[in-house]
């Protein structure tokens, strides 16, 4: 059975995942809010331009109706509102109001200005509840999903779930959480009132006083962003609500009979949440808000399964369910998901009867190959490395797995523009214009066609331009996030690896093992140092002292018991720490440099010698491959490589460049792990 931190650590990494959905969709509508003020501003300052004098209208003039010029002006306005209220489903009250404004024929200025900013606050609110409606069936259907799924493969057994439908989620939604027996709809709704309320108080009151329009569009912003705080701490609020929903649905579903709270623990954690971190409660006594969370607004905390008995054998023969399958520890969410909700085939996987076997953790996983290489006289086979390897793999991707979806979905998005053909279009047309190729290879008879065809794709496209670059922003911010930082990637393997064997410099003189250089490198190295395994570190001590120094093309010579570090940057700094590092244990640790020999040689069976390029100097070749760089590929006559210099790079400071390469990053973590 997984222990406890194994359950806390899902089931934080979820509700992480489904929490950041939730700030995702407030910064679009903090982006709509922004729309929305620069709206209304808008509006008030047509108005007063129209009827003020000296920026100033007394409320005898606001309520002077329309003159026929203005009042058909204003019932334009109108249909277009009706038009977009139509086409963007806005709520039927208002659009009853808009169909009797456009109707009569005696309409005041104040009358119909406080119907223009009504118009902005409707369509901000009807994004809103659409918006919020859909983020919250997403979170629960996700939710409910990946949590089966982390039960389901942290016991190794799965068995058939029913699919969601809309109707069901419908139902869900509709259903209160919170004592005030209000829906997430009942509060957008009362909140546009109130926001309703407050702006058109606000513009009666500002005319009654004489103010400017500027202390008038002050005054309203500032009420839109309270508005907007608001809306931020529903959306955060309703989307932990329904997180928790999902899990204790779900919970329910697997039988799981007690769950535990498990705290964001900083300086930012309430007292509450504080108070009832680690609490343990029975299924039966689960209510949000007073034994699960959220406990308050912005609320973080969530809540883990937890198990004290024979789970796994319990859950797998109960009869309810049907069959009852092995679920392997590497399968991942959609195979699970077709497999097990989607009415999927289950070709492939083991069918089981009583389970025998206990999901086991990390450590006990890495021991059993260990174990079995141990059978084998203690050689370590590349098959070996690689199963390890596959195992640390597997772990570090499942935390990127939500980024990866949304990475995908957003470049399907951004394929369905239709942009990059457009693109492709272009670039042929530019070659036929410059007479690199023939007018009728784009299907174009002369140049008069070609430049009619070249300005009607560059509408298009500027037309695309404002969707396209919203896309692109987006997966910007998603990718760098996927890729992390270069100490977050780096931190995030020291702790993981930290599961299976002891990491890092413990208490070894590591200052007086590079000589108390007074190069600043020293630092760097010590810092290098302290992500590998500590057995390791321990090994290249053993070696001999090392004098770090800093240049401007980094190297490590076992020969003069040098390590030279190179970079502009601390971030460079570390990095090239880290792959001569590489280079150091590749000499200290037995074994490692044996098995690069044999992976360098299975890779590159047959190749070449070829020459790196660029400023390398003429002597330094390589055999490609396929490697992520060509340098990886480097000669040395067989007495170095750069295989784990390199991997280790990749591995601590880009690991998903490196996932890009299965066969090797599978060989690098299993190194990590065995050596």
Request: charged share 30%.
């Amino acid at each position: 059975m997984k222990n406890n931190a194994y359950w806390k650590r899902r089931m934080e990494m979820l509700e992480t995942a489904q929490l950041e959905k939730g700030q995702r969709f407030y910064a679009d509508l903090e982006r709509q809010y922004r729309i929305a003020s620069a709206n209304i501003e808008k509006e008030i300052n047509n108005w007063y331009q129209r009827f003020a004098e000296n920026n100033q209208i007394t409320m005898a003039e606001a309520k002077k109706l329309l003159k026929t010029g203005e009042l058909a002006e204003f019932k334009w306005n109108v249909q277009e509102y009706i038009k977009y209220g139509e086409e963007n489903a806005l709520n039927q009250q208002w659009m009853k109001e808009l169909e009797n404004a456009s109707a009569r024929v005696h309409i005041s200025r104040l009358e119909a200005l406080k119907i223009q900013l009504q118009q902005q606050v409707e369509v901000l609110y009807g994004n809103q509840s659409d918006g919020l409606d859909k983020l919250l069936r997403d979170i629960y259907s996700e939710g409910y999903y990946h949590t089966a799924f982390e039960i389901q493969r942290g016991f190794n057994i799965g068995w058939d779930l029913h699919d969601l439908d809309s109707n069901q989620l419908d139902k869900i939604l509709s259903r209160p959480w919170s004592l005030d027996g209000r829906t997430f709809s009942d509060r957008i709704w009362a909140n546009k009132q109130q926001l309703i309320g407050s702006l058109q108080t606000q513009l009666a009151q500002a005319v009654i006083r004489g103010e400017s329009p500027d202390i008038l569009i002050k005054n309203l912003a500032q009420q839109m962003n309270v508005d907007r705080n608001k809306a931020g701490r529903l959306i955060m609020t309703e989307s932990a609500a329904f997180a928790s929903a999902a899990q204790k649905d779900c919970f329910k579903a697997l039988d799981v009979e007690k769950y535990e709270i498990v705290a964001t623990l900083d300086n930012r954690t309430s007292q509450i949440c504080q108070d009832l971190d680690g609490e343990v409660f029975d299924m039966k006594d689960y209510q949000v808000g007073v034994t699960a969370p959220p406990f308050h607004p912005w609320c973080r905390t969530t809540t883990v399964p937890y198990f004290e008995d024979n789970y796994g054998e319990r859950a797998a023969r109960d009869e309810k369910t049907g069959k009852t399958y092995y679920v392997p520890s590497n399968m991942k969410y959609k195979d699970w998901k077709k497999a097990f909700v989607d009415g999927g085939s289950k070709t492939g996987l083991k069918e089981l009867g009583d389970v025998k076997k206990i999901a086991k953790t990390l450590k006990e996983q890495i021991q059993e190959i260990k174990d079995k290489i141990e059978q084998k006289g203690g050689i370590i086979e590349e098959s070996d490395i690689k199963e390890a390897g596959k195992l640390i793999q597997n772990e570090l991707q499942i935390k990127r797995a939500d980024l990866k979806a949304e990475i995908e979905k957003l470049e399907k998005e951004y394929k369905a523009t239709g942009i990059e053909e457009i693109e492709n279009q272009l670039s042929k047309l530019r070659a036929a214009r410059r007479g690199l190729i023939d007018l009728d290879e784009v299907g174009l008879k002369d140049m008069g066609e070609l430049n009619i065809k070249y300005h009607e794709l560059m509408r298009n496209k500027i037309e695309l331009q404002s969707k396209t670059a919203e896309i692109e922003n987006k997966l910007k911010l998603v990718r760098e996030k996927y890729r992390g930082t270069l100490k977050e990637n780096a931190e995030e393997l020291k702790k993981k690896l930290s599961e299976i064997r002891e990491v890092g410099i413990s208490s070894f003189d590591i200052d007086g093992h590079l000589n108390k250089s007074r190069s600043p490198m020293r630092k760097v190295v010590k810092e290098a140092y302290d992500y590998y395994p500590t057995d390791w570190v321990e090994k290249s001590i053993t070696r001999g002292n090392l004098t770090p120094k800093k240049v401007n093309r980094g190297y490590y010579s076992d020969l003069h018991a040098e390590i030279a570090i190179s970079g502009w940057t601390e971030e460079g700094y570390l990095r090239t720490a880290l792959h001569e590092l590489g280079h150091r244990f590749e000499r200290a640790v037995p074994g490692i440099l044996e098995a690069e020999k044999i992976f360098y040689e299975r890779r590159t069976a047959g190749e070449a010698l070829r020459w790196l390029g660029g400023n390398y100097r003429y002597d330094e070749k390589s055999r490609f491959d396929k490697f992520l760089n060509p340098y990886m590929g480097k000669d040395y006559g067989g007495r170095a490589y750069e295989l784990v210099s390199m991997g280790f790079e990749y591995a601590y400071t880009n690991p998903t460049k490196l996932w890009e390469d299965e066969d090797f990053a599978t060989w690098i973590y299993g190194i990590l792990a065995l050596y």
